[in-house]
Antibody, heavy 125, light 107 residues
């Protein structure tokens, strides 16, 4: 059973960058997409973007376009999310999640399962 | 972007109650709707995918219904471990979007 294990908490200065890793253990995620979702303190869930490791293709939410980069290393089954030009508004828990898919009656549906444990990124001067 | 709106935002209920949470999409998303449960300090966990399919290992007291723009998550008989926050999420098109969440509290 695949588990996603993320890197540890980070404290960053405004204007800097952060790179969070997400490693699949007990399997690989290469044939599925991996998404990154963040959650600001006390707030809801926000999809940032995703990657299909097998092809390296990425999609990003428009509000993060140009500021986020999602990459993957197939050899180690590890995905990365790098966010630049950090501000206090980027303080959040960042989750990776496998984008699992299944075909039901000829239609393919996808959902996030499993999720990593989350990585708290604190941006403070 | 497709906007997802949940109601209510919070709900107080007792063990054994039947509870329904609704989710409305700003445009038709067919059955591309998932439900997650999140407990404090933990990652979300999928309960229902494709609007009505129960994820393996999830108790049968959870059920989902709907298609198009209107969806519901029903818990038939609340258990103590069900008190959590619930989110709907559309997977019809990117950017994937979530509802704002429904916090289910003990009455």
């Amino acid at each position: 059973q695949v588990q996603l294990v993320q890197s540890g908490a980070e404290v960053k200065k405004p204007g800097s960058s952060v790179k969070v890793s997400c490693k699949a253990s007990g399997g690989t995620f290469n044939r599925y997409a991996v998404s990154w979702v963040r959650q600001a303190p006390g707030q809801g869930l926000e999809w940032m973007g995703g990657i299909i490791p097998m092809y390296g293709t990425t999609k990003y939410a428009e509000r993060f376009q140009g500021r986020v980069s999602i990459t993957a290393d197939k050899s180690t089954s590890t995905a990365y999310m790098e966010l630049n030009s950090l501000s206090s508004e980027d303080t959040a828990v960042y989750y990776c999640a496998r984008d699992l898919a299944r075909t039901i009656s000829g239609t393919t549906y996808d959902w996030f399962d499993p999720w990593g444990q989350g990585t708290l990124v604190t941006v403070s001067s | 972007d497709i906007q997802m709106t949940q109601s209510p935002s919070s709900l107080s209920a007792s063990v054994g109650d039947r509870v329904t949470i609704t989710c409305r999409a700003s445009q038709s998303i067919s059955s591309y709707l998932n439900w997650y449960q999140q407990k404090p300090g933990k990652a979300p966990k999928v309960l229902i995918y494709a609007a009505s399919s129960l994820q393996s290992g999830v108790p049968s007291r959870f059920s989902g219904s709907g298609s198009g723009t209107d969806f519901t998550l029903t818990i038939s008989s609340l258990q103590p471990e069900d008190f959590a926050t619930y989110y709907c999420q559309q997977s019809h098109r990117t950017p994937y979007t979530f509802g704002q969440g429904t916090k289910l509290e003990i009455k």
